[in-house]
């Protein structure tokens, strides 16, 4: 059981996380901007109100040095009621001379002298409790001297004040919040949706693959990278069938190439055992069976070599050697072949030419190739040389005069167990493996092979094997 989240889960919550986030952190700015200038703003009216309010007071006691008290009083309430705060006029022990109604009556009531000390003949701001009030205020206060005797000005309001108006802005911001969340978290749903529907697709074409369907090809897409991976996909959908088919064709190949030699053997034997075959035929069968055995061990050496190689358990042991070495040393062991059909062999006089690779395997490249154009060449034909250098590789080119090879039969040659209609007449005993054998040892040296072909005059396999270290 898969306990797991899907990705389109995982890309819903991940986007409504970071949204709620995002939101959260919009409104603790907001809140701290509002906050910030709410204050400002109520710092500058009640600085304005306090500078404004004593300097009336002072010019009232200025003018009228007994009378002054009454008209303070109206004065103060009205600057208070015009300006929607509370303002407080008191004496330097905090008996409250004329304060604003806003609160309450300011009768019998003084002002800490601790409150006091914090203010100044310039206008400075704290925020404190007033009295005996228990809520804080946002107070600006100043101090002034009169004919001698020193006197406050306070201007205030309570921090309630703020705290309402922060809150309305976050109900009206909260509730914003809720609907454009909303809407956004149905936007994700859907986006998240589209964006999973193609992995969801490519998990179900993926198990289909996973069954043996290689027919199966993902659509095309509107995103870049959901297009890159179906491109990808599909490739390896198309690689998977080839070697499928690749697969089934060895396994129907080998098993003919087994089952032909075996069967022939199981026959003679059974034949020499229950006396079908006369005693003075046994030889001649039983060479045919040696024969057949031989090519059993060339066929099961040489699918071991091709297993080695691809999987890469051998080894390059490289040294280095003149490119003639394995090719004369091949020449001989067919030199009997070479007089019976009277081919002459060209470009050995040449220059010396070098090779640095692993002498073995490129003697058996040799005589697999060698051997290949002695089958094809023709009666008093050829089988030509050519060397060249190239950089770090050596080029070497074996071409054999006879009837050539068809254009259809070119992109043929290297592959498994193949062989021509004219191979299959001339050489029995052959199991199609050795060209592809020379192509997975050349390249095993980093190197290529290609073929060319004339058809009724020549077939050249030209290769390339390095003639120094190289990476």
Excluded at 27 to 36: C, E, H, I, P
Excluded at 61 to 76: K, N
Excluded at 99 to 120: E, H, K, P
Aim: include cysteine; glycine fraction near 6%; charge should be negative.
């Amino acid at each position: 059981m898969n306990n797991g989240k899907s990705i389109f889960i995982k890309y819903f919550m991940i986007c409504s996380a970071v949204i709620l986030i995002s939101f959260i952190c919009l409104g603790a700015v907001l809140l701290l901007v509002s906050s910030r200038y709410f204050l400002q703003e109520k710092k500058d009216l009640l600085k304005k109100n306090v500078e404004s309010a004593s300097s009336a007071v002072m010019q009232m006691i200025s003018d009228s040095p007994t009378g002054w008290r009454e008209e303070a009083v109206r004065t103060v309430s009205g600057m208070a009621a015009g300006s929607n705060i509370e303002l407080i006029f008191c004496d330097k022990n905090g008996n409250i001379i004329a304060g604003s109604d806003a609160r309450g009556s300011y009768a019998d009531r003084t002002v800490d002298s601790t409150l006091l000390s914090n203010f100044g003949e310039e206008a400075s701001y704290v925020r404190a409790a007033v009295g005996d009030d228990e809520d804080e205020s946002h107070i600006v206060g100043v101090s002034f001297k009169v004919s001698g005797p020193e006197y406050y000005v306070l201007a205030m309001t309570p921090k309630a004040e703020q705290d309402d108006y922060i809150w309305q802005i976050m109900r009206v911001f909260l509730l914003s919040i809720l609907l454009v969340f909303i809407v956004v978290v149905i936007f994700v749903y859907f986006i998240a949706g589209r964006l999973s529907a193609p992995i969801i697709q490519i998990a179900d074409v993926s198990r289909r693959l996973g069954k043996g369907d290689f027919s199966v090809q993902l659509p095309k897409y509107d995103i870049y990278e959901m297009q890159e991976l179906a491109n990808a996909f599909n490739d390896m959908a198309a690689s998977l069938k080839n070697y499928d088919t690749m697969r089934n064709s060895f396994i129907a190949n080998v098993s003919h190439e087994l089952r032909t030699p075996m069967t022939s053997i199981g026959g003679f034997i059974d034949g020499i055992l229950d006396g079908t075959i006369p005693p003075e035929q046994h030889e001649y069968y039983l060479r045919i069976i040696s024969s057949e055995v031989a090519r059993l061990t060339r066929l099961v050496r040489s699918m071991l070599n091709l297993a080695k190689i691809e999987a890469g358990e051998l080894k390059l042991n490289c040294t280095k050697f003149s490119v003639l070495e394995p090719i004369v040393d091949t020449l001989v062991t067919f030199e009997k072949r070479l007089e019976a059909k009277s081919i002459e062999i060209r470009g050995l006089d040449t220059d010396r030419y070098n090779l640095y690779a692993d002498n073995d395997l490129i003697h058996q490249v040799m005589y697999n190739l060698i051997e290949n154009a002695i089958k094809f060449v023709d009666e008093n034909g050829y089988i030509e040389f050519n060397f060249d250098s190239v950089g770090p590789m050596t080029v070497i080119a074996i071409r054999n005069s006879g009837e050539g090879l068809s254009e259809d039969e070119l992109p043929l040659v290297f592959d498994r167990f193949y062989k021509t209609d004219k191979s299959r007449g001339l050489d029995a005993t052959g199991v199609g493996l050795g060209l592809n054998i020379v192509r997975s040892i050349i390249r095993l040296h980093g190197g290529k092979i290609m073929v060319r072909s004339v058809k009724g005059e020549y077939t050249e396999f030209v290769f390339t094997v390095p003639n120094k270290p190289i990476d």
